[in-house]
């Protein structure tokens, strides 16, 4: 019962450098999110999809780029790499939009940027 | 604008005692959800419950009880007896509207043995 996987688990990158996070899930969920966890802080949303083929802007997408092209994967972008994007990634999924539905998280990719 | 405060950032207890996380939010929705979810050492995030605004009734499941007062925009949780395998990063979410699901900042809570 695989749920959210999201690969890598760790990764340190240089500064200037690309990379791509992978987030895939089983349970034929529409809706897919990108949010980052600094220290401190609670979760805030990065990215969203509501299904293939449609993203949109979360609270803080400078900087990053995703792509929906099936329904079980949601790659996150990051095109030049910043010590600012130093932070834990996570990304989840819930079968639809409505308010009730609670949200699936993989366990997160822990990203430095030195 | 939808918002979430935890108050207490770091909360410690001795196993066995009891401790409530305070939650309050600002919502202008009429209907919306309340969430929390647990961060283990781990670091995965664990749903615990969700609430909706049309259902004030307490909730407890074993240890754990939620307590929702719509009158002090609250939704707090108890643990009874923690035990050091309750030490976590605790955090409290709102949905309403269209919005993204809004996050507190998070309670870490420590049992100590």
């Known amino acids: 019962n695989a749920g959210v996987t999201q690969t890598p688990k760790f990764r340190i990158l240089k500064i200037g450098q690309s990379m791509t996070l992978q987030c895939t899930q089983d349970m034929n969920h529409n809706y897919m999110y990108w949010y980052r966890q600094d220290p401190g802080m609670g979760l805030k949303l990065i990215y969203y999809s509501v299904g293939a083929g449609i993203t949109d802007k979360g609270e803080v997408p400078n900087g990053y780029n995703v792509s929906r092209s099936t329904t079980e994967d949601f790659p996150l972008r990051l095109e030049l790499a910043a010590p600012s994007q130093t932070s834990v990634y996570f990304c989840a999924s819930t079968p639809g939009g409505g308010l009730g539905q609670p949200q699936h998280f993989g366990d997160g990719t822990r990203l430095s940027i030195l | 604008a939808q918002k979430v405060t935890q108050a207490q950032t770091e909360i410690s207890v001795v196993e066995k005692e009891d401790v409530t996380l305070d939650c309050v939010y600002e919502?202008?929705?009429?209907?919306?959800?309340l969430f929390w979810y647990k961060q283990p050492p781990s670091g995965e995030l664990v749903f615990l419950i969700r609430?909706?605004?049309?259902?004030?009734q307490n909730e407890i499941s074993g240890r754990y009880s939620w307590n929702f007062q719509k009158s002090t925009s609250s939704f707090n949780f108890t643990i009874t007896a923690s035990q050091v395998v309750d030490s976590a990063v605790y955090f409290c979410a709102l949905k309403s509207g269209n919005t993204p699901l809004v996050f507190g900042k998070g309670t870490r809570l420590s049992v100590i043995a």
């Open positions: 609430r909706n605004s049309f259902d004030e």
């Open positions: 919502t202008r929705d009429t209907t919306y959800y």
